[in-house]
């Protein structure tokens, strides 16, 4: 089990910023790819960003790349989203997954999820 905290959504304005971590647990956070999705009312859950456990390789969905960044502090055992000029189209519950094999950006495949973090950008 990793479980997986998320913290910092709320409410902002179009073209606002916010920053989103994901607190784990584990002596073997380092082996995982963590990533993040979002699902938006009546719509699948959709793939955000991903990155590799050693934190060098970072992927991203187009409709974010440019304005989001991956991260992660191995030390901290957390992954961060920093989200700049967000959009009324980012708003949804972003939730941070983990897995020891995959790295796609194919939900069902990861293991492990956290509650989620409402995310809402106003027009």
């Known amino acids: 089990q990793v479980p997986l905290v998320e913290s910092g959504g709320g409410l902002v304005q179009d073209g606002g910023s916010l920053s989103l971590s994901c607190a784990a647990s584990?002596?073997?956070?380092?082996?995982?790819?963590m990533a993040w999705f979002r699902q938006a009312p009546g719509k699948e859950r959709e793939f955000v960003a991903a990155i590799s456990g050693s934190g060098g390789n970072t992927y991203y969905a187009d409709s974010v790349k440019g304005r989001f960044t991956i991260s992660r502090d191995n030390a901290k055992i957390t992954v961060y989203l920093q989200m700049n000029s967000l959009k009324p189209e980012d708003t949804a519950v972003y939730y941070c997954?983990?897995?020891?094999?995959?790295?796609?950006?194919?939900?069902?495949?990861?293991?492990?999820w956290g509650q989620g973090t409402q995310v809402t950008v106003s027009s």
């Open positions: 584990g002596r073997t956070f380092r082996r995982y790819t």
């Open positions: 997954a983990a897995d020891p094999y995959y790295s796609g950006s194919y939900y069902p495949e990861y293991d492990y």
